[in-house]
């Protein structure tokens, strides 16, 4: 896409398909693959300025590719981002973010409702490294508030969470982290930039697992941390260092599922909904969580803050773990695995599987009960994800 042109105003659907566009000699229409480890240089002279700064260009695909640079730059312009570092996984972003922003003796203010994988990096990774957390209500302002501390650095946060869908007001708790002094880094994973823009509410830091959504059709991993270029030149200088890198094949991958991201997030919003509506009347289920349900605590705040309640649908049947599993065994249809973010409906057990790392007691404190099921509902038609899920119930 022409430089000039990318400064003008555009719609999320035509930025996932045009930003970041950068042809080679070859003037290809589709976005080239770089499938290169390092880059030759003109001279001693050109190489000795690109590995000093003082000359932009690639140097070696560590930290530097053509085609990684294209997906950053996409995602950077969805988000409204001033710029985007790719890494190879969700998990990996996290960990660049924190291992680039912080240091030890820092203390990071964290929603309990999160990802398990994310609470066992906050837990059993950062504090040996002398970064403490405390864990607090994902909903109650009052309790990011009371949970500062002098040496507090960030507020980390999902919304919606996982898996229970729980709304955090990003523009209340991002009053709290200024006061404090703190940055905030929000997990928008579940609504991706097109149903969520966390910039634009407040967030200095937006998170991303590229694995779910971005992608779309479970091929690759992928991840992304964004922001302003200012602070994300720590998470750039840990990636350049440490080296959880975004291949430059995923990265492909990743762009061409951007592509499709807008008409994806719709379809996937709407049947979840669908769904969500037919849990609830469902006999044998106690409770379902769904921001775009009247029923759900935060649902007024989430039709301020998303655009649509999103794909992913999580609900308690009656009977605990029994019925639970019970159910995942009784399908046919639905793939039964613990991603989410694909065409494909899954389905899975998050006490179980997703959040089995965490005790007991984090568990219970994030309201992740035996009974508790996570659906990603895909783009099949509703009417065979609902008879699939009959079977069980």
């Known amino acids: 896409m022409n430089e000039e042109y990318q400064h003008e105003t555009l719609a999320l659907e035509t930025l996932a398909l045009r930003a970041g566009t950068h042809r080679s000699q070859f003037n290809e229409h589709s976005e080239a693959l770089y499938l290169t480890s390092s880059f030759v240089f003109d001279s001693a002279a050109q190489a000795a300025a690109r590995f000093s700064g003082a000359e932009p260009g690639n140097i070696y695909a560590r930290f530097t590719n053509p085609t990684v640079t294209a997906f950053e730059e996409r995602l950077a312009a969805l988000e409204g981002a001033e710029r985007c570092v790719a890494t190879a996984s969700g998990m990996?972003?996290?960990?660049?973010?924190?291992?680039?922003?912080?240091?030890?003796?820092?203390?990071?203010?964290?929603?309990?409702?999160?990802?398990?994988?994310?609470?066992?990096?906050?837990?059993?990774?950062?504090?040996?490294?002398?970064?403490?957390?405390?864990?607090?209500?994902?909903?109650?302002?009052?309790?990011?508030?009371?949970?500062?501390k002098p040496n507090t650095k960030l507020f980390f946060v999902?919304?919606?969470?996982?898996?229970?869908?729980?709304?955090?007001?990003?523009?209340?708790?991002?009053?709290?982290?200024?006061?404090?002094?703190?940055?905030?880094?929000?997990?928008?994973?579940?609504?991706?930039?097109?149903?969520?823009?966390?910039?634009?509410?407040?967030?200095?830091?937006?998170?991303?697992?590229?694995?779910?959504?971005?992608?779309?059709?479970?091929?690759v991993l992928g991840g992304a941390v964004l922001g302003n270029k200012e602070l994300l030149d720590g998470v750039y200088t840990f990636l350049r260092t440490a080296g959880p890198t975004l291949s430059a094949f995923n990265a492909w991958v990743l762009l061409k599922g951007m592509e499709t991201l807008k008409i994806r997030m719709d379809a996937h919003s709407a049947n979840a909904l669908t769904i969500a509506r037919w849990l609830e009347a469902q006999p044998n289920v106690a409770r379902v969580f769904y921001p775009g349900l009247p029923s759900h605590p935060q649902h007024d705040l989430a039709c301020r803050q998303?655009?649509?309640?999103?794909?992913?649908?999580?609900?308690?049947?009656?009977?605990?773990?029994?019925?639970?599993?019970?159910?995942?065994?009784?399908?046919?249809?639905?793939?039964?695995?613990?991603?989410?973010?694909?065409?494909?409906?899954?389905?899975?057990?998050?006490?179980?599987?997703?959040?089995?790392?965490?005790?007991?007691?984090?568990r219970d404190a994030a309201g992740i009960s035996e009974g508790l099921l996570r659906i990603a509902v895909g783009l099949e038609a509703v009417a065979d994800i609902q008879a699939d899920l009959q079977r069980g119930l």
């Not at 994988?117 to 309790?143: I, P, Q």
């Not at 007001?169 to 997990?187: H, S």
């Open 92 to 148: 990996s972003a996290i960990l660049a973010c924190v291992m680039g922003l912080l240091s030890k003796g820092d203390h990071i203010v964290a929603s309990r409702s999160l990802f398990g994988a994310t609470v066992n990096l906050f837990v059993n990774v950062m504090a040996r490294f002398g970064v403490e957390t405390t864990f607090v209500s994902a909903t109650e302002v009052a309790d990011w508030q009371a949970a500062v």
């Open 158 to 219: 999902e919304t919606p969470s996982n898996p229970l869908t729980e709304i955090s007001d990003i523009a209340t708790i991002k009053a709290v982290a200024k006061q404090a002094g703190a940055w905030l880094a929000v997990d928008n994973c579940f609504c991706s930039p097109i149903l969520q823009r966390p910039l634009e509410l407040g967030a200095d830091i937006v998170i991303h697992s590229a694995t779910k959504y971005l992608d779309g059709q479970g091929r």
């Open 306 to 362: 998303q655009k649509t309640g999103g794909g992913i649908v999580s609900f308690e049947v009656k009977g605990g773990r029994e019925a639970a599993w019970r159910l995942i065994d009784a399908t046919k249809l639905v793939s039964i695995t613990a991603n989410l973010g694909d065409t494909k409906t899954t389905l899975t057990h998050p006490a179980t599987t997703t959040h089995a790392r965490i005790s007991q007691e984090a």
